[in-house]
């Protein structure tokens, strides 16, 4: 059990070193002097914080020390939760930027995820019941997951929000209120949620049907499903076995999918508007303000891993293969 | 040993392995002939492929020019409408598909060259190698690739074709080695493999000529899902603005359609086309895909 | 009389036409009776015995009619098949090592199975109990996962669930091509107890191994092209063989009796190959490897008994 885990998470720590060492060369192998440039251009107005901005970046790139140092140096300060500070919203810390869209972003994520990964699961399952189903189902999944999510975000945000007017087409709420814990408030941030919300769970969804649909047509030629076929047993049981069955390596594939469907909230975040990472980089791209956009980097980079994880012990939990491979059955 | 398991005294195993081979490639094209999906999906992709790579002689060279009168819906002469600055949508959308193509190519083809020999090698080599490449194609699997790429090309100035489908090949690959290795793996201890190998044959040349022909079909569906991948990917990072420089594309269509308050203005016929563009090529692609799995693997024939 | 199948043809739709896997075929299974059905690959050996109990998507019932203790057996119909499978007829399939589900404790899965054969597990619990006792497994193995047993406790897992309850026939499908010598011995050992116990009725034991069935079966049929060549008590399938081909299959043994070698079975002594099943020859079908073909050898020659208990189909026989 903790070989598995642990190979697991050397996998994750190694990962995490690559993505800061890529993280800190970007800047410093980039054609061109990406840091200068950036400070040249950055959105600065006032000539003191310009000054100031100029010195903690010198001081910071340490650009007259070793390269090791520097990497050093990088990894001293990122242990010290330090990201530097944002060029757009001088004098707040990277950090703190990024944890005030962090929540946003997870609202969207983590419901469109879990919601199209279980309604998805049962569509495809539904569909491999019969040839008509399937001949239905399929080629609407096929469509769906073909779909770029800004496309769906736009046509969604047109017929629903502009033509129709049922939802807010932008932000996360309302300019008019404050954010305050009362049902108006709720209300309103839930109605600029919901086409954001529906936009990423379309398109996830037709992946988990499509999926779902051919583990279980594979799990349903298994040799334990023609057993129990020879053996008399109802159709109804062999199903049951078969979706549980499929569901395991759907788990994984929440895993594999994570990086895309990630993508995916950005883009459309950047249709809405909505307040979360997605924006954020849009408006760090538009600022040219490297540093939160590598902190958002790290950030994106570290949330991937602690989910990862998480569905590496649920699949432990789920699967007794691995259980039992883990206490050291004999096989 | 045991009874074949499909249709007992079907093979006459006597036979030279010519005439079955034949025989099998003539079946894989009686079934091809018969699937729709495959029908459909290769149509509809060959469809837009002739409209990207003939239509823009046709056109003028700059479908970004300032042509004809402003925020003009669909009619006889611009045919997909006007922008807000009278560009003709339908230049756009027909150079936007060629981009589209070339990408997925490029991009596509530039992850499929990585994750192919990653795959090959690490299948057929095993033991340490087999460990690193596999760590390395882990790595790569879990980071998160869009982003990754979205802060590796903010810091280019000059942005092309070129460098995106680079990256994107760069960062789309580790599945597709995966599933190349594993195949690999069941190839690499077959007898006829054992063979070249005994008679010392170079490694590259046993997978060129004895492991990568016989899943080959395996190998093609790899392919179209990379490319399909590789669209959409680049679309994504041209709808941020992070596309080539100068560019004409469907996400970049759509990014200007949004920029310039299309939806705002009800000028649907700005962002309908080019995702709709996006959409038909890459869906078509998987139907095709599900059409040549049921053509190469008999299992699936039955449903 | 346990079983009686009459002129059974199953044939396999392919692309290229049907493949005539089972054409005509006639034999009659006593109570008590083990039957060896040896013959080559392909010879449709395997397919009679799943015809037996469940035709998969391409075979087809083509003509002929089974009989189970004096009632009609209607395998071309899938759904009235249901109610005799596992209570009268039962399977130990090829693929016993995966044929458990790798997700379930076996306890769980076979009280799910009997569940949904409206048996009640717990009447059957003390029998089963007995049964994994008697092919030497404790209990305990029922509140294991699949990936815990080895190969052959898995075999005998599936052997006891196959007859659990007591089916008439058992069909048995090359249960041992997997498994080491000794373990060979002791499940062959183990079906021939069950018969003795009652357990089963009658059983058709499926094998490419013809001294492994020699040890333990009654009878012995020989099945080549899709046709019944021979079928006789073991004894004298092995001693006196009068259909050609048994004699050259028998021939090509290392020794006779002998369970020394896996490969005892397997036939690299007869020169030629059978003949493909698409478009079968007219005549028997041996002719074209036979030493001792002659003209009329383009006729079929029927099945005949040409002594009590022994069938034979060859014109050198009659």
Redesign the interface.
């Known amino acids: 059990m903790w070989r598995y885990i642990g190979r697991k998470l050397f996998i994750y720590l190694l990962t995490f070193i690559v993505a800061v060492t890529i993280n800190w060369m970007i800047p410093r192998f980039m054609p061109g002097d990406p840091v200068r440039n950036m400070l040249s251009r950055a959105a600065i107005n006032d000539p003191e914080a310009m000054a100031s901005m100029t010195a903690y970046y010198e001081d910071l790139f340490g650009l007259d020390e070793p390269l090791y140092q520097q990497y050093l140096n990088f990894w001293v300060s990122l242990f010290q939760g330090d990201l530097g500070i944002s060029v757009m919203r001088y004098p707040e810390p990277v950090t703190d930027v990024i944890m005030g869209s962090v929540p946003y972003t997870l609202g969207l994520l983590l419901p469109a995820i879990l919601l199209s990964w279980i309604v998805g699961n049962r569509f495809g399952a539904f569909a491999a019941r019969s040839k008509a189903l399937d001949n239905t189902v399929l080629p609407v999944g096929y469509v769906l997951t073909a779909t770029p999510y800004m496309w769906i975000a736009l046509l969604l945000s047109y017929t629903l929000g502009i033509v129709a007017g049922i939802f807010p087409t932008a932000g996360g709420f309302s300019y008019s209120l404050r954010p305050e814990f009362s049902w108006v408030f709720i209300y309103d941030l839930i109605s600029h949620w919901f086409l954001p919300f529906l936009s990423m769970f379309l398109v996830a969804l037709g992946g988990w049907a499509i999926g779902m649909r051919n583990m279980i047509i594979y799990e349903l030629e298994a040799d334990y499903s023609n057993y129990l076929q020879a053996l008399g047993a109802p159709r109804r049981l062999i199903r049951r076995y078969a979706f549980r069955n499929a569901m395991l390596p759907q788990i994984t594939g929440l895993a594999v999918q994570l990086g895309t469907i990630i993508a995916g909230s950005l883009l459309t975040e950047v249709v809405f508007n909505y307040p979360g990472l997605g924006t954020l980089i849009l408006d760090s791209l538009e600022n040219r303000d490297f540093f939160l956009l590598q902190g958002i980097l790290l950030f994106v980079v570290i949330g991937v891993l602690i989910a990862n994880f998480i569905i590496d012990i649920i699949y432990v939990l789920v699967d007794p293969r691995t259980r039992v491979q883990m206490t050291g059955g004999s096989s | ?4 398991a ?9 036979d030279a392995p010519e005439p079955a081979g034949e025989r099998r490639g003539s ?1 894989a094209l ?1 079934f091809a002939r018969r699937n729709p999906k495959l029908l459909i999906g290769s149509g509809i992709v060959l469809a837009f492929m002739l409209l990207g790579f003939i239509g823009p002689f046709f056109l003028s060279d700059n479908p970004n020019e300032y042509v004809g009168p402003q925020t003009q819906p669909p009619n006889g002469e611009y045919w997909f409408g006007t922008t807000t600055f009278g560009q003709d949508i339908w230049a756009q959308f027909v150079y936007g598909v060629r981009s589209t193509f070339v990408i997925g190519l490029f991009g596509g083809g530039v992850a499929f060259l990585i994750g192919m020999t990653v795959g090959f090698v690490a299948g057929y080599k095993g033991g340490i190698v087999d460990d690193i490449l596999n ?1 390395l194609t ?2 790569v ?8 790429l ?3 090309i ?4 000059v942005r092309g074709l070129f460098t995106q489908g680079m990256f994107i090949g760069l960062s789309a690959w580790p ?1 597709a080695a995966r599933a190349v290795r594993s195949q690999t793996l069941s190839l690499a201890t077959r007898d006829y493999v054992d063979l070249a190998r005994l008679s010392g044959r170079r490694t590259w040349r046993i997978i060129t000529t004895e492991v990568a022909p016989n899943m080959s079909s395996y190998l093609v569906m790899s392919f179209i899902l990379l490319f ?1 991948g590789a669209v ?2 680049a ?2 990072l041209d ?4 596309g080539p420089s100068n560019g004409v594309s469907l ?1 970049a269509m ?1 990014q200007s ?2 920029n310039w308050s299309a ?2 203005l ?1 000028m ?1 016929w700005w ?2 086309p ?3 563009g ?6 078509a ?3 095709l895909n ?1 059409g040549l799995d049921e053509v190469f693997n008999p ?2 024939r ?2 | 009389m346990t079983l009686r199948v009459n002129d059974l043809k199953v044939y396999y739709q392919t692309l290229r036409g049907d493949v005539h896997a089972l054409d005509g075929v006639t034999f009659d299974l006593a109570d008590g009776e083990i039957m060896g059905l040896a013959g080559e690959s392909g010879c449709g050996k395997s397919t009679l015995g799943k015809s037996l109990i469940r035709l998969d998507s391409r075979m087809r019932h083509v003509g002929g009619t089974i009989e189970l203790d004096d009632k009609d057996v209607p395998i071309a119909d899938d759904d009235a098949m249901v109610p005799l499978r596992y209570n009268e007829i039962s399977l130990i399939p090829q693929y016993a090592m995966s044929a458990l589900n790798p997700t379930r404790k076996i306890g769980k899965m076979i009280n799910e199975l009997l569940r949904a054969r409206g048996v009640r597990p717990a009447d059957v619990t003390d029998e089963l109990h007995r049964r994994l006792e008697l092919v030497g497994l404790e209990p305990k193995v029922l509140n294991m996962f699949p990936i815990e047993l080895s190969g052959g406790m898995k075999q005998r897992v599936v052997m006891v669930i196959s007859t659990l309850l007591n089916p008439s026939l058992l069909i048995a499908d090359e249960v041992t091509s997997a498994l080491d010598v000794s373990t060979q011995r002791s499940v062959a050992e183990s079906m021939v107890e069950f018969r003795d116990r009652g357990y089963i009725k009658s059983m058709i034991f499926v094998t490419h191994d013809i001294s492994l069935v020699y040890q333990m079966a009654d009878t012995i049929m020989v099945m080549y092209a899709g046709h019944v060549a021979e079928k006789a008590s073991a004894s004298t399938i092995i001693n006196e063989p009068k259909h050609p081909y048994t004699q050259m299959l028998i021939g090509a043994l290392p020794e006779v009796g002998s369970t020394s070698t896996a490969q005892g079975g397997r036939l690299e002594g007869i020169p030629g190959t059978p003949p493909g099943l698409l478009n079968p020859p007219t005549g028997c079908r041996f002719k074209d490897r036979c030493p001792m073909a002659f003209s009329k050898c383009s006729e079929q020659p029927p099945l005949v008994e040409i002594e009590p208990g022994h069938w034979a189909a060859c014109w050198k026989t009659g």
């Open positions: 040993m045991t009874d074949v499909g249709a007992p005294g079907t093979t006459d195993r006597a079946e009686h760590m882990n790595v699997l879990v980071l998160p690739a869009m982003v990754v979205i802060v590796a903010a810091y280019l100035d599945w399909g959409l990917t679309a994504g709808f941020i603005g992070l996400g759509l359609a949004v939806l705002q009800g649907w962002f309908v080019p995702g709709l996006i959409t038909a090529i890459v869906g692609l998987y139907v599900v299992k699936l039955e449903l």
